[in-house]
């Protein structure tokens, strides 16, 4: 039943992860999927990027938002924001370039500038197990120009 239900939740992730913010409309294909990284067994060999079909606590996973500017004209302060799914938690710093969120995506920075309040009142530094959105922004994408962004996570 956790298998089902966290692949649910990682298909809609998937295809929502990532939200183009822009004035107006402009020509970007966004393709973004979850794969999951398995270890090479043998020493030396390459980890391997799989189809995350069947997943359990502990497995980690690729998150990947692919992005490509097909009009003719360049695309102007295009962002891409990336929800980090609850079943999973980050396990790599995002990377430069990357603003976090820790609280749903009301408020953006780099992690080292964020903290969290608790439930006490206390307030403590925001660490990347607090992190619930990542935010990527180009100034500019010009025509024909095509990028990706990723985060790696772990199933909680």
């Known amino acids: 039943m956790f298998i089902n239900a966290l692949w649910t939740t990682l298909i809609g992730a998937s295809m929502a992860v990532a939200s183009p913010v822009f004035a107006q409309d402009k020509p970007m294909k966004l393709e973004s999927d979850v794969q999951l990284l398995k270890v090479a067994e043998q020493e030396g060999a390459e980890p391997q990027l799989l189809e995350a079909k069947n997943v359990v ?26 929800p980090v799914p609850a079943d999973v938690e980050l396990t790599d710093e995002p990377a430069t370039g990357a603003q976090v969120s820790v609280d749903g995506a009301r408020s953006w920075g780099r992690l080292t500038d964020l903290s ?11 660490t990347i197990h607090d992190i619930t959105h990542l935010r990527w922004e180009f100034s500019r994408v010009p025509a024909g120009d095509a990028g990706r962004v990723q985060f790696s996570a772990q199933v909680r």
């Open 116 to 126: 969290i309040i608790e439930l006490s009142g206390e307030q403590r530094p925001a």
């Open 57 to 82: 606590p502990g497995d980690r996973l690729v998150f990947t938002t692919r992005f490509r500017n097909q009009g003719s004209t360049p695309v102007d302060d295009f962002v891409i924001v990336n």
